[in-house]
C-alpha cells in the first residue's frame, strides 16, 4: 500500500477515495461523483501554484474552462455557517500564550473516533509539554457526551496544560500569533484555511479527499507532517513541529506559500484575475 500509484505521483495506494471499500462499492462511490455529461467548465476552491500538475491534466483532458478561484473564505469572506456555536472565548486564552506555541487541535465536524483513539490524542498532548487548544466535539467520541473518556488525573493534567473547547472561530484561531500547528484530519477547507495562514499542519486523515490533502502536505508542499495515532509519536510529532528545528522549516515553508496565496487573491493575482474570468464566461453564455 505503499506504493506510488502509476502516472499519480506522489499519490500511494493507501491514499486513494475509496480504497478500503469492495470494488463495487468503490465504483459506485465514484459514480455518484462523476458527472454524466461532459462539464462545459470547472469552478475549483483552489490556488493555481498549489496544484499546477492537476489542474494542467484537467484541462488536457477536458479542454473546457477552468476557473481557480479560490481560497473562497479570502475571496469573498462571510460570517461561520458551522452548526456548533463557536466559544470564542478560547482567542481570550490564544492572547495569553507565547508566539508559535500552542497546537490547535480539531479533527472537523463529521469525524468520529472511539475512546481508545482519543485517550492515545489526549496523552500524547499531555505528555509533549507543549499549550493546546484542543476541539472535542460534543458525541465525537462514540459512547461520551462531551470528554469523560478523561479519566480523573489526566482531565486534571489536562487542564493546567492547555484548553479543551466544544468548537472554535477556526479561522480566527488560525490566524493568531499564538497557534504554531495544527493538528487537522486535512480536510480541504481546513487545509487551505492552514496553509492562507502559513500554519504547519499534523495530518491524521480519516478518508475519501483528506487523504490525498494530507500527502500534499507532507511530501509535496512539506508543511505538513502525517502522524500515527499513539500518544509516544503524537508527543513527537508535536514537538517536531513546536519546538524542533523540523518545525521551523516546515513554519517557513508555510510562510512562503502564505506570500504566495496572497500574491493570487489579492488585485491582479491569478484567483482574482480567473473570478474575473468566470464572470465573463457567465455573461457569455
Same mark, same amino acid.
Given at each position: 500500500?505503499?506504493?506510488?500509484?502509476?502516472?499519480?505521483?506522489p499519490?500511494?495506494?493507501?491514499d486513494l477515495?475509496f480504497?478500503?471499500?469492495?470494488?463495487?462499492?468503490?465504483?459506485?462511490?465514484?459514480?455518484m461523483?462523476?458527472?454524466?455529461? #461532459?462539464p462545459s467548465?470547472?469552478?475549483?476552491?483552489?490556488?493555481e501554484?498549489? !496544484? #499546477? *500538475?492537476?489542474?494542467?491534466?484537467?484541462?488536457?483532458?477536458?479542454?473546457?474552462?477552468?476557473?481557480?478561484?479560490?481560497?473562497?473564505?479570502?475571496?469573498?469572506?462571510?460570517? *461561520?455557517?458551522?452548526?456548533?456555536?463557536?466559544?470564542?472565548?478560547?482567542?481570550? /486564552?490564544?492572547?495569553?500564550?507565547?508566539?508559535? *506555541?500552542?497546537?490547535?487541535?480539531?479533527?472537523? @465536524?463529521?469525524?468520529?473516533m472511539?475512546?481508545?483513539?482519543?485517550?492515545?490524542?489526549?496523552?500524547?498532548?499531555?505528555?509533549s509539554?507543549?499549550?493546546?487548544?484542543?476541539?472535542?466535539?460534543?458525541?465525537?467520541?462514540? $459512547?461520551?457526551?462531551?470528554?469523560?473518556?478523561?479519566?480523573?488525573?489526566?482531565?486534571?493534567?489536562?487542564?493546567?496544560?492547555?484548553?479543551?473547547?466544544?468548537?472554535a472561530?477556526?479561522?480566527?484561531?488560525?490566524?493568531?500569533?499564538?497557534?504554531?500547528?495544527? /493538528? @487537522?484530519?486535512c480536510?480541504?477547507?481546513?487545509?487551505?484555511? @492552514?496553509?492562507?495562514?502559513g500554519? #504547519?499542519?499534523?495530518?491524521?486523515?480519516?478518508?475519501?479527499?483528506?487523504?490525498l490533502?494530507?500527502?500534499?502536505? @507532507?511530501?509535496? /508542499?512539506?508543511?505538513?507532517?502525517?502522524?500515527?495515532?499513539?500518544?509516544?509519536?503524537?508527543?513527537?510529532?508535536?514537538?517536531?513541529?513546536?519546538?524542533?528545528?523540523?518545525?521551523?522549516?516546515?513554519?517557513?515553508r508555510?510562510? !512562503?506559500?502564505?506570500?504566495?496565496?496572497?500574491l493570487?487573491f489579492?488585485?491582479? $493575482?491569478?484567483s482574482?484575475?480567473?473570478l474575473?474570468?468566470?464572470?465573463?464566461?457567465?455573461?457569455?453564455?
Open positions: 500500500m505503499q506504493e506510488i500509484v502509476p502516472e499519480l505521483n499519490f500511494r495506494y493507501k477515495p480504497i478500503d471499500l469492495p470494488t463495487q462499492d468503490a465504483l459506485d462511490s465514484a459514480n461523483i462523476t458527472p454524466d455529461t #461532459p467548465a470547472f469552478i475549483w476552491n483552489t490556488l501554484f498549489l !496544484e #499546477p *500538475s492537476a489542474l494542467t491534466w484537467i484541462r488536457q483532458q477536458y479542454q473546457v474552462p477552468t476557473f481557480t478561484i479560490g481560497p473562497l473564505h479570502k475571496i469573498s469572506p462571510t460570517p *461561520s455557517t458551522s452548526f456548533l456555536e463557536e466559544d470564542t472565548s478560547c482567542i481570550t /486564552w490564544l492572547d495569553k500564550q507565547k508566539p508559535k *506555541s500552542v497546537i490547535y487541535v480539531s479533527l472537523g @465536524s463529521l469525524a468520529y472511539n475512546e481508545n483513539v482519543a485517550t492515545e490524542m489526549a496523552l500524547g498532548l499531555a505528555n509539554n507543549q499549550p493546546f487548544l484542543w476541539v472535542v466535539r460534543p458525541g465525537s467520541v462514540q $459512547g461520551f457526551e462531551w470528554v469523560e473518556f478523561l479519566e480523573e488525573g489526566l482531565a486534571v493534567e489536562m487542564k493546567e496544560r492547555g484548553l479543551i473547547v466544544k468548537w472561530p477556526q479561522k480566527e484561531v488560525l490566524a493568531h500569533n499564538a497557534v504554531g500547528g495544527f /493538528w @487537522s484530519h480536510g480541504w477547507n481546513s487545509t487551505l484555511e @492552514s496553509v492562507c495562514e500554519v #504547519p499542519m499534523l495530518c491524521q486523515p480519516f478518508g475519501v479527499d483528506q487523504l490533502n494530507a500527502r500534499y502536505l @507532507s511530501y509535496v /508542499w512539506k508543511m505538513g507532517v502525517e502522524i500515527v495515532v499513539e500518544r509516544k509519536e503524537i508527543e513527537g510529532a508535536i514537538r517536531r513541529i513546536l519546538v524542533d528545528k523540523e518545525g521551523e522549516e516546515r513554519r517557513q508555510g510562510m !512562503e506559500i502564505q506570500e504566495n496565496a496572497k493570487a489579492n488585485h491582479g $493575482g491569478s482574482h484575475k480567473s474575473n474570468d468566470l464572470v465573463e464566461f457567465i455573461w457569455s453564455l
